[in-house]
């Protein structure tokens, strides 16, 4: 079984991670990829310039795709359940969906302001220090990440057009780990038939 769960910065993406892995899934983070990436190339994750520069310099020699070719070789034979988390463009969507027989996707909705108050608590490096810094990721989210508006097309929000499944993260973790126990038995009903 293959998961997607996409949604924007802040949504609750990596609490419904730590609540699959729980369940026996194996996660795979897109954002985990990234920073392995970045520290082999020995570039810090506070420069988001240089993290930027780097992240289009992959993108443009290895393909719009280059996170999902680093993701399906992440997944083993011996995964049974995995969930891929933090795609941000169609092109990653479609290349997994190349290389996998059925993929779930799960989008997680949360307001914006709720989702801005998380990350400032959350406060990994690459999080946004400011509003407006945040309003700079959500329209780069938004875009796949890919600089041209005109890839909006493409972006998150796409994915979450397409998804199998919605979630609302508006209340507390437990009203969460519900929502996601209902989406789970429904998902395991349809693997079933």
Known sequence: MILVVVGLPGSGKSTIAEMLRVEGFDVI?????????????????NDPKATREFTAMLRE????????KYAVKKIKKSMKHVVLMGL??????????????????????????????????????????????????ETREKRGFLPDKKEEKHGVLV????????????????QLKAKLDLVLSKIDQDWKS
Not at 159 to 174: H, R
């Open 29 to 45: 983070e897109y954002g985990d990829i990234w920073r392995e990436l970045l520290k082999k190339a020995k570039i810090p994750l």
């Open 61 to 68: 020699k290895h393909g719009k795709d280059i996170y999902s």
């Open 88 to 137: 941000r463009s169609t092109y990653e969507l479609d290349y997994i969906k190349k290389k996998v027989d059925k993929v779930d996707i799960i989008a997680v909705r949360s307001s914006f302001n709720t989702r801005y108050n998380r990350l400032k608590i959350r406060a990994k490096p690459e999080d946004p220090k400011t509003l407006g810094d945040f309003k700079w990721l």
């Open 159 to 174: 994915i979450m057009k397409k998804a199998d499944y919605y979630l609302d993260n508006s209340g507390t973790t437990k």
